[in-house]
């Protein structure tokens, strides 16, 4: 075990290494600048269609299951969670301050990126066997790319199904054992019963149950989650100017050991900020836009501009919120890692905060297991058909418990590399597809002036 360890290990480095950072980085600044910088630009336009999109369309020809702001909320169920909480603590530990700053470079990249995804998986979606629409990088490779690139459709399809056992499910599971055991007193196998059954109430619905769930708990515990930040920052107010210095400084200027922080290299604030910013919103995993397939929507580029808010709110305001608390309140100092680390960061700025940090991985990483679990069952559909569906929802409900009460240092270790590797395929299909992405976004908002002028 120990050797397989070794090897996983390996290739973990490889795939997370420089070529896979330049190769993330790359693909979002050639989309960003492709798309003439439109995702910043039009930020104001994605919310406005999601705030018009959060009520399903009762026109039988619109095309899709669930509404675009429940599409988003089921998106953004599987990337809130464990990377906004103990993933930027963790990035914040190991490349100190500047760590930040960079996941910040990769969210404003990572819109343009996430936009491109959702806007293929709507354009390029099919209708299953079962009457729903199912699309992501599988199917705009086959559908976008032809026979000859189906190969690859298929190898991203089977990183995602093994990939979501792991990262979508038993890391999230023992994640609120662990939050729930040390801070509650709950036994690691209550909490993964209870879990088990919360998940299979809601899994047995599919994507409308999943998204209507998702619609309720993510709005309201994220907005849970930065008002608890907001109080911390509140406390702190006059670290503030002082902790985005720090932040920049660090970003390009080695950091020197000091209290229980061990000191970093600046590679070592650029590789940790761009890898787990991508690990908490991934952008360009090609996870999302399986979600976003499923929108009422009858155009790809309108579902794009709502896909795109979810890194503009996972990285930029979630992640921001955590990254702050930590510097500001000195814990990054504090040799404390992960989820402790932000525990111990709230915690100092107000009585309860590791209470708060706990109820808030707790719930999150419930709705990463409902997020994942869809992302994960297409991709099975996708390798097995729609027989595979029962089954495979069967199986992930069973796998819960198990991984409450496991220790999954190496199931981490696996699925963050089968992680990086899903990217790879999407990576590749989001270059060649971009004349299309291109071409669908000067159509839509040259329509949208002509409109525009028609009515004026």
Known sequence: MEAITEFVGKINGVVWGTPMLVMILGVGLFLTFGLRLMPILKLGTGFKLLWSGRIPDKDKNMKGEISPFNALMTSLSATIGTGNIAGVATAIFIGGPGALFWMWCTALVGMATKFAEAVLAVKYREVDDNGNHVGGPMYYIKNGLGSKWAWLGTAFALFGSLAGFGIGNTVQANSVADALSSNFGVPTWVTGLVLMVLVGAVLMGGIKRIADVAGKLVPIMTIFYIAAGIAVLVVYAAEIPAAFELII?????????????????????IRFGVARGVFSNEAGLGSAPIAHAAAQTNNPVAQGLVAMLGTFIDTLIVCTITGLAIIVSGAWTSGENGA????????????????????????????????????????????????????????WVIVVPLGAVSSLEFIWLLADTLNAMMAIPNLIALALLSPVVFALTREYFLKKRETEAAES
């Not at 390009?252 to 604030?269: C, L, R």
């Open 249 to 269: 400084h660090s970003a390009f200027n080695p950091v020197a050991a000091q209290g229980g922080f061990a000191g970093a290299a600046v590679w070592a604030a």
């Open 340 to 395: 402790a680390l932000t525990s111990f960061a709230f915690s100092h700025a107000f009585p309860m905060g590791n209470y708060v940090v706990a109820i808030a991985l707790s719930v999150f990483a419930f709705t990463t297991i409902l997020g994942w679990s869809f992302y994960c069952e297409k991709c099975v559909q996708f390798l097995f058909g729609v027989k595979a569906i029962k089954p495979f929802r069967i199986l």
